[in-house]
């Protein structure tokens, strides 16, 4: 099983910045996938960008491409999430999640909190 854990996350003005980290415990699959999901209060968890463990593939919510950027360090079994020009919209709990069987069954993190003022 692959264990999850997010950092990064904190308080930052509208147009600024924030990196979020995932650190998984062992050694990821080739075969899997690394995602990042958010929740807002009062509404449903929702994709915000995914990639390849192989780095190959990557995907973005269209409310965050062009600001936001996912990328990976195999070596230090990582997944990133650069957020820029931050709007009060993307404010929620981030979560980390990996998968090769679909993301409802996968692993996921405990989340980390992004909060976003004017």
């Known amino acids: 099983q692959v264990l999850l854990a997010e950092s990064g996350g904190g308080s930052v003005q509208a147009g600024g910045s924030l990196r979020l980290s995932c650190t998984a415990s062992g050694r990821i699959p080739s075969n899997y996938a690394m995602g990042w999901f958010r929740q807002a209060p009062g509404k449903e968890r929702e994709f915000v960008a995914g990639?390849?463990?192989?780095?190959?593939?990557?995907s973005y919510a269209d409310v965050v491409k062009g600001r936001f950027t996912i990328s990976r360090d195999t070596a230090e079994n990582t997944v990133y999430l650069q957020m820029n020009s931050l709007k009060l919209e993307d404010t929620a709990l981030y979560f980390c999640?990996?998968?090769?069987?679909?993301?409802?069954?996968?692993?996921w993190g405990q989340g980390t909190q992004v909060t976003v003022s004017s």
């Open positions: 999640a990996a998968s090769n069987v679909g993301w409802a069954r996968g692993n």
């Open positions: 990639i390849s463990w192989t780095g190959g593939s990557i």
